[in-house]
Nanobody, 116 residues
Framework: QVQLVESGGGLVQPGGSLRLSCVAS????????MGWYRQAPGKQREQVAD???????KYADSVKGRFTISRDNAKNTVYLQMNSLKAEDTAVYYC??????????WGQGTQVTVSS
């Protein structure tokens, strides 16, 4: 069983930055694709970004150029650097681990609120 623990959320003003972290337990982190998703009130959960075991990244159009996903396999940690935050980025952000598309795990989520 894998546990994912997110941190780094909070309240930030428009134009500000936050860095989310997600630490995974277990030994399959380095073999897995890691992703960040978000869910705003009244909306479906959407993928924000992901990074494969080989380091390839993918971003939603809405965050391209503003968010950066990265990983540190030695620390079993994936990061999401969020810059130039907008009110529409307000959501609960979830970490996801996908192991060879056979198993998937979710974190508990961390709230990001962008407001003046």
């Amino acid at each position: 069983q894998v546990q994912l623990v997110e941190s780094g959320g909070g309240l930030v003003q428009p134009g500000g930055s936050l860095r989310l972290s997600c630490v995974a337990s277990g030994s399959i982190f380095s073999l897995s694709t890691m992703g960040w998703y978000r869910q705003a009130p009244g909306k479906q959960r959407e993928q924000v970004a992901d990074i494969t075991s080989g380091g390839s990244t993918k971003y939603a159009d809405s965050v391209k150029g503003r968010f950066t996903i990265s990983r540190d396999n030695a620390k079993n940690t994936v990061y999401l650097q969020m810059n130039s935050l907008k009110a529409e980025d307000t959501a609960v952000y979830y970490c996801n681990l996908d192991f060879l598309t056979a198993k998937t795990f979710w974190g508990q989520g961390t709230q990001v609120t962008v407001s003046s």
